[in-house]
């Protein structure tokens, strides 16, 4: 009996020590951070300019990419989103009354982790229940650090 009892303390010990590591906070350095920043942001960017050579619409706009805000020293894996623009003046375009090319503007959402999730056009990714991700740090389960590069 007596040993159970140190057994149940020692384990109820090494728990709790589990515990409160596991919700402690760990910062990467500053160049560890800007290292997952242009990795999540060159995916995203890939993914972008795939998505747009696939899309009839967006071919001879321009990718502007934004970068994942979420990326901190205690969250460099971000939300694993980015949203990006993709814009520009078509030669074919609609001519305002200055003679001007309007310009074409498509928000979307790029994965920055994923090639098989991608991009949506912005009103698409929101129907999505992913759409949550966006903007909250994800646990490394779902988006894992070091970000992986995804560009072929």
Same mark, same amino acid.
């Given at each position: 009996?007596f040993k159970?009892s140190?057994s149940? =303390?020692i384990?109820?010990i090494?728990a *709790?020590a %589990? ?6 906070k760990?910062? +990467?350095a ?5 290292t ?5 942001y060159e995916n995203a960017v890939?993914n972008?300019?795939v ?6 619409r967006?071919?001879g706009l ?7 805000d ?9 939300s694993g989103w =980015?949203?990006?623009s993709?814009?520009g *003046?078509? %030669?074919d ?7 001007? +090319?309007?310009i074409e ?8 982790v994923s090639?098989a999730?991608?991009?949506f ?9 992913f759409s949550?991700e966006y903007?909250?740090c ?9 970000i992986?590069?995804?560009a072929?």
């Open positions: 009996m159970r140190i149940l =303390a384990f109820a090494f *709790s %589990a515990a409160l590591t596991a919700c402690e760990k910062e +990467v500053f160049n560890t951070l800007e997952a920043r242009s990795q999540a890939w972008a300019e998505y747009r050579n696939n899309n009839p967006m071919v321009k990718v502007i990419g934004h970068g994942d979420t990326q901190s020293g205690d969250c460099p894996q971000g =980015a949203k990006i993709i814009m *003046s078509k %030669a375009g609609v001519r305002m009354t200055d003679g001007t +090319v309007q503007k498509y928000v979307v959402y790029c994965s920055t090639a999730r991608s991009c056009i912005e009103k698409d990714f929101l129907e999505k229940p949550k903007g909250h994800a646990s490394l389960n779902e988006v894992p650090f070091p992986p590069k995804i072929k």
